[in-house]
């Protein structure tokens, strides 16, 4: 069991800090607020993202295996919502006369719950949560019951929120060359523009 748990955190760990529609929203988010106004995005993240697991594991991943048209319907959703998030982002900039560094910008960032309820959208977190289940599950403790399901939906929320923080991080920096409003924008159109990027993987599918 504790090599496969080695494994998990290696698999958690690698599949949260790359690129991806969160990491890619996270980034925009700590150069547009800052970090600390980007927490409740970062734990939303985390935490939807464990519930995910473990309800994938209980058995929500098979009534979308039963039911294909679910499956469309949800990419459909993913890409529409994506798109509309793109649109968001892209139309982002600082207010007239105020201040880019420091994370004050137009708009505001995500919420906890926003965060968490964008994780049932996101392809990448789908692959993820469908992954973890059918390879690391049955390997943990027999995969018998919730428990089970429990420690790697636990394993991968504590790997997830640092892995997910140095995005945050990375747009704060990032935020201290963007020093005016035109610069902003572009930076904000070239995130958009990435996010877009994101959904080939589901429309190629």
């Excluded at 990032?174 to 990027?197: C, E, I, K, P, S």
């Amino acid at each position: 069991m504790q090599e496969t748990l080695v494994a998990l955190v290696g698999f958690a760990f690698v599949t949260s800090v790359t690129p991806g529609p969160n990491n890619l929203m996270l980034m925009a988010s700590g150069a547009n607020f800052g970090f600390l106004r980007t927490v409740p995005h970062m734990l939303g993240i985390s935490v939807g993202h464990s519930v995910m697991v473990f309800l994938v594991g209980m058995g929500i991943g098979e009534v979308f295996a039963a039911v294909p048209a679910l499956g469309l319907v949800l990419k459909l959703a993913a890409v529409g919502y994506m798109l509309w998030l793109a649109g968001r982002i892209a139309r982002a900039a600082a207010p007239e006369g105020g201040s880019v560094s420091g994370g004050v910008s137009g708009g505001v960032p995500f919420s906890f719950l926003q965060a968490a309820g964008f994780q049932w959208v996101n392809p990448k977190a789908w692959a993820m949560a469908l992954t973890a289940t059918t390879v690391y599950v049955p390997e943990v403790d027999g995969g018998q019951g919730w428990a089970a399901m429990a420690l790697v939906a636990v394993v991968f929320a504590a790997v997830n929120l640092p892995s997910v923080s140095v995005w945050t991080v990375l747009g704060r920096e990032v935020a201290r060359f963007l020093t005016d409003a035109r610069r902003l924008r572009v930076f904000n159109r070239g995130m958009a523009v990435l996010l877009v990027a994101s959904l080939w993987p589901v429309l190629r599918g």
